[in-house]
T-cell receptor
Framework: AQSVTQPDIHITVSEGASLELRCNYS??????LFWYVQSPGQGLQLLLK??????LVQGIKGFEAEFKRSQSSFNLRKPSVHWSDAAEYFC????????????FGAGTILRVKS | DTGVSQNPRHKITKRGQNVTFRCDPI?????LYWYRQTLGQGPEFLTY????????KSRLLSDRFSAERPKGSFSTLEIQRTEQGDSAMYLC?????????????FGPGTRLTVL
């Protein structure tokens, strides 16, 4: 069965510090991988996605993620966090088929302290 | 393009009542998805449509739940005889199938509280 694990429920970082959010997945084949961000009262916004090719993908808002097949991981990183990055972050996997359902992790809440 | 919209944004109802939510996808998006998100969890897939056809339903979608997309544009999600366990955020997303995997764009959600 497909599953996504985000081991950290909450993470607190200082503004300007680097960030890494962890994501591990279980999937029968090479999946499509996604990171979404959700701010209070807002819908989910796609930060970045991995389909194939270069395992380091760049996204919006200065985020990047690295796909490591051997570790079944797709960790999200940002070199310098801004206070506006405080939100909940979700990792998701989807099948390599046209636009089918996504399986999400439970999310990681990021707090940024000034 | 105004994005995916959902109405109402909040709904409070008493146990046993029926509720209906509406989702308006991005125009010309032919795929529409419903997800449910409970507190402390990520969204869980409920069902999706391609045009007006409902192609897949999750086992989470009990017989009290019904979704429609009658003209392949907006969609409604109805919950009959609501239970307290139905309290959640109901998210709608849309995408366009054009031969590649396309991003699902999410609406702001409808938060349901069942008293």
């Amino acid at each position: 069965a497909q599953s996504v694990t985000q081991p950290d429920i909450h993470i607190t970082v200082s503004e300007g510090a680097s960030l890494e959010l962890r994501c591990n997945y279980s999937y029968g084949a090479t999946p499509y991988l996604f990171w979404y961000v959700q701010s209070p009262g807002q819908g989910l916004q796609l930060l970045l996605k991995y389909f194939s090719g270069d395992t380091l993908v760049q996204g919006i808002k200065g985020f990047e993620a690295e796909f490591k097949r051997s570790q079944s991981s797709f960790n999200l990183r940002k070199p310098s966090v801004h206070w506006s990055d405080a939100a909940e972050y979700f990792c998701a996997v989807g099948p390599m088929e046209y636009g089918n359902k996504l399986v999400f992790g439970a999310g990681t809440i990021l707090r940024v302290k000034s | 393009d105004t994005g995916v919209s959902q109405n109402p944004r909040h709904k409070i109802t008493k146990r046993g009542q029926n509720v209906t939510f509406r989702c308006d996808p991005i125009s010309e998006h032919n795929r529409l998805y419903w997800y449910r998100q409970t507190l402390g969890q990520g969204p869980e897939f409920l069902t999706y449509f391609q045009n007006e056809a409902q192609l897949e339903k999750s086992r989470l979608l009990s017989d009290r739940f019904s979704a429609e997309r009658p003209k392949g544009s907006f969609s409604t999600l109805e919950i009959q005889r609501t239970e307290q366990g139905d309290s959640a955020m109901y998210l709608c997303a849309s995408s366009h199938r054009d031969g590649t995997y396309n991003e699902q764009f999410f609406g702001p959600g409808t938060r349901l509280t069942v008293l």
